[in-house]
């Protein structure tokens, strides 16, 4: 049973914004201890950690795009959101969202991911 | 330029033994680093194997197991099957907030 679903526009022009939601489908995403995260995976490379937010809605990002993001969360629509400016075709991977059970423990739930193409 | 590091590729025999690691580009990695593993097949989203150095995730066969070896943390995988033939990515805290991934590691059993 899935607990967390991405969906995102799929192709997105250079320069311009990306928008990704995860969907929380199944409990309240303000509810226990748990960091909201996402991660990407350009083709045939690593996965990258990008930053989480906390249920208390503090957040905390990859120094390395820090400058171009933000995530924030909706409890109301029970989702989460990743936003990432001024993309280039470097920004092209599948994006997963991913539930971090926090204090050191494991991400035991993850989306099955969105593939993101940005285009020149 | 990469912090966590890993090796790109490893080998094992079925039913065999076999050690991936992970570590820091500069240090060594320590239970502060609460290191996790996962399991990725093409396509696929990762699964949790490990966290916290060596604490199994849920579901995960004791064949699997964790350490911090030397500099490095450490996932040994016994008696190992056909179907471990996949990425092997660990994740480390690095502190303030911040976790980063390794490259990850092809196992190929043969």
């Known amino acids: 049973q899935e607990l967390l679903q991405e969906s995102g526009p799929g192709l997105v022009k250079s320069s311009q914004t990306l928008s990704l939601s995860c969907r929380v489908l199944?409990?309240?995403?303000?509810?226990?201890?748990?960091?909201w995260t996402w991660v990407r995976q350009p083709a045939g490379k690593g996965l990258e950690w990008i930053g989480r937010i906390f249920t208390n809605g503090k957040t905390y990002y990859n120094p390395s795009l820090k400058t171009r993001i933000a995530i924030s969360m909706d409890t109301s629509r029970n989702h989460f959101t990743l936003n990432m400016t001024s993309v280039t075709t470097a920004d092209s991977a599948v994006y997963f969202c991913?539930?971090?059970?926090?204090?050191?423990?494991?991400?035991?739930?993850w989306g099955l991911g969105t593939l993101v193409t940005v285009s020149s | 330029q990469a912090v966590v590091t890993q090796e790109p590729s490893v080998s094992v025999s079925p039913g065999g033994t076999v050690t991936l690691t992970c570590g820091l580009r500069?240090?060594?990695?320590?239970?502060?680093?609460?290191a996790s593993w996962y399991q990725q097949t093409p396509g696929q989203a990762p699964r949790a194997l490990m966290y916290?150095?060596?604490t199994r995730s849920s579901g995960v066969p004791d064949r699997f197991s964790g350490s911090i070896s030397g500099n490095t943390a450490a996932l040994t995988i016994t008696r190992a099957q056909a179907d471990d033939e996949c990425v092997y990515s660990c994740?480390?805290?690095?502190?303030?907030?911040?976790?980063?991934f390794g490259g990850g590691t092809t196992l190929t059993v043969l």
């Open positions: 500069s240090g060594s990695v320590s239970p502060n680093n609460y």
């Open positions: 994740l480390l805290y690095l502190g303030n907030g911040i976790w980063e």
């Open positions: 916290n150095t060596k």
């Open positions: 991913a539930r971090d059970r926090g204090a050191g423990l494991d991400f035991d739930h």
């Open positions: 199944s409990g309240s995403i303000s509810s226990g201890a748990y960091y």
